[in-house]
């Protein structure tokens, strides 16, 4: 409403405007030719982007030229573009001014009028832009085709109003409720997490579930004004599979309004797509740890590993951001970053028989840290990384971490979540307190991590935690299709739909 609002108040300013150049032009007319001509000269990169030609015959056929120089020259020939007089268009460099000045030599004593005319006008226009989007002019087909990227728009943390905390607050049952945000066609829905086509008994009441905040109003997800708001944007998911999950959740909302999609994968990126209208981009990078590792083996050269005994395990190297990733801040102008289910899962690394063993700077750290004390120097050195080569401007989130719902045993030792109702507030603190030190105790030792790492960083923490933890209804559990039940990620529709609302 802003933008139109200014536009209107633009239209009208320029009809006025028009009003005046339509009478100077009238008193040319009186004089010889009708014809006016406009340069809008802009600082290519190169010369050969301009038509040289252009010159010599904008001198022969012109009785007045309007010489602007930027942004805002291109700004003025659009707007006198728009006033019902004919004209003829051109794009000719600033050089030409002296050639453009020889003809108007007979408005000389219309000089003074029309320099103030250019003034009111530019200076008219640069305010609008200073206010509306200059994409706005760059869809009009005479027009062209650049649109830098808007570094001014707010943290996407803020949900509706600022003061917003809304990490407290509740889930509220709505038996009418109609999600028709995407269903359970969606392709790229992973099979185990369809909870509708999987046939989970509670699909169905998964998302008549929303989440208010105690004092204050969290919009749903509106995809359009999305698609608008981040037009010409790359947005990067950078996780394990629970970002995906995320990441899947917002696809397939935004593919809902629009079928003009590609796939498309930034480099090191495991899934990508682009909404060609909007230009944006959106795309998953996988990554465990954030940081490289790989198998590890003592060699017959000996070491200090080899010497404290160890022979095997896996080599994650603290200060090297992994492959999947490293070229991703550099292309994306939106991060959302997570970690964390990885560094507690003794089934991949197992303290005794293929530990994490952590490496700074190509050395061995000796004597051998623990995975927690590995994760701190992990999220320092990616921070430092993220900070160094992402652009000014850029918006940098990490995810806390999404928890797990195992009851009688973790996942490999016969736990499962079949419940079907959230959980009250005291059957999440039972559930997670690090007081009982239980199955889901990582949720909150992560979170730990994490806050400590993001102090005094420029990056932001998208807080889902504490919503996420009541739902235990919300996992495939039995429907994911495996052996064990899947408590970990989530049912799409689901859960983190409402992660996506926070954005």
């Not at 409403?1 to 209107?8: D, N, S």
């Not at 080899?306 to 070229?327: C, F, H, M, N, Q």
């Not at 560094?343 to 927690?372: H, N, Q, R, T, Y």
């Not at 105790?441 to 960083?457: C, I, K």
Request: net charge positive; charged share 20%.
């Amino acid at each position: 409403m802003a933008e139109q609002y200014i536009v209107g108040i633009a239209g009208v300013m320029a009809s006025l405007l028009g009003f005046v150049l339509f009478y100077c032009i009238s008193l040319v007319r009186s004089r010889g030719p009708s014809k006016i001509n406009r340069t809008a000269s802009m600082e290519f990169p190169s010369e050969n982007c301009v038509n040289k030609t252009g010159n010599a015959e904008a001198v022969g056929t012109t009785d007045i030229i309007i010489v602007g120089a930027g942004v805002a020259g291109a700004a003025l020939a659009y707007s006198l573009g728009k006033i019902s007089i004919a004209f003829s268009l051109g794009l000719y460099p600033l050089s030409s001014f002296k050639t453009a000045m020889a003809a108007t030599k007979k408005l000389s004593s219309l000089f003074p009028l029309f320099s103030l005319l250019c003034f009111v006008c530019i200076f008219l226009l640069l305010s609008i832009s200073r206010r509306a989007s200059i994409s706005s002019f760059a869809t009009h087909p005479n027009f062209f085709q650049f649109r830098p990227i808007d570094t001014t728009r707010s943290d996407p943390t803020a949900a509706g109003d600022s003061s917003c905390d809304y990490t407290d607050g509740s889930w509220v049952y709505n038996p009418d409720a109609r999600f028709d945000r995407y269903d359970s066609s969606c392709k790229e829905i992973f099979k185990g997490w369809n909870c509708i086509l999987n046939n989970k008994s509670n699909s169905g009441d998964i998302v008549k579930w929303r989440w208010k905040p105690r004092n204050c109003h969290l919009p749903p997800f509106d995809p359009l004004k999305f698609l608008h708001t981040y037009r010409d944007t790359n947005i990067g998911f950078i996780g394990d599979s629970l970002n995906r999950n995320m990441f899947v959740s917002l696809f397939c909302t935004l593919k809902r309004v629009t079928n003009d999609v590609k796939k498309w994968r930034p480099a090191g990126a495991d899934r990508g797509f682009t909404f060609v209208h909007y230009n944006l981009t959106i795309a998953y990078h996988r990554t465990n740890l954030l940081a490289r590792y790989g198998r590890w083996s003592a060699n017959a050269n000996g070491g200090e590993l080899e010497a404290l005994g160890y022979t095997e395990g896996y080599r994650v190297d603290v200060d090297i951001p992994e492959s999947t990733w490293e070229k991703a801040p550099s292309f994306h102008d939106i991060l959302i970053f997570n970690t964390g289910h990885w560094w507690w899962a003794p089934s991949k690394f197992d303290p005794v028989k293929s530990p994490m063993l952590f490496f700074e700077k190509g050395l061995p750290v000796i004597p051998p840290i623990p995975p927690d004390v590995g994760l701190d120097k992990v999220l320092k050195h990616m921070i430092r990384f993220v900070e160094k080569t992402m652009r000014r401007g850029a918006i940098k989130l990490f995810r806390t971490q999404s928890p797990r719902h195992f009851e009688g045993g973790d996942w490999d030792q016969g736990g499962s979540c079949r419940r079907l109702l959230p959980l009250l507030p005291e059957e999440v603190e039972e559930l997670f307190s690090l007081k009982n030190n239980g199955t889901n105790v990582e949720t909150r030792l992560v979170n730990q991590h994490l806050y400590e790492a993001l102090e005094g960083s420029n990056i932001h923490s998208l807080n889902i935690t504490r919503m996420s933890e009541f739902r235990a209804d919300a996992h495939p559990s039995s429907a994911g299709g495996k052996k064990h039940d899947d408590c970990m990620h989530w049912c799409l529709p689901g859960v983190t739909d409402t992660w996506n609302d926070c954005l």
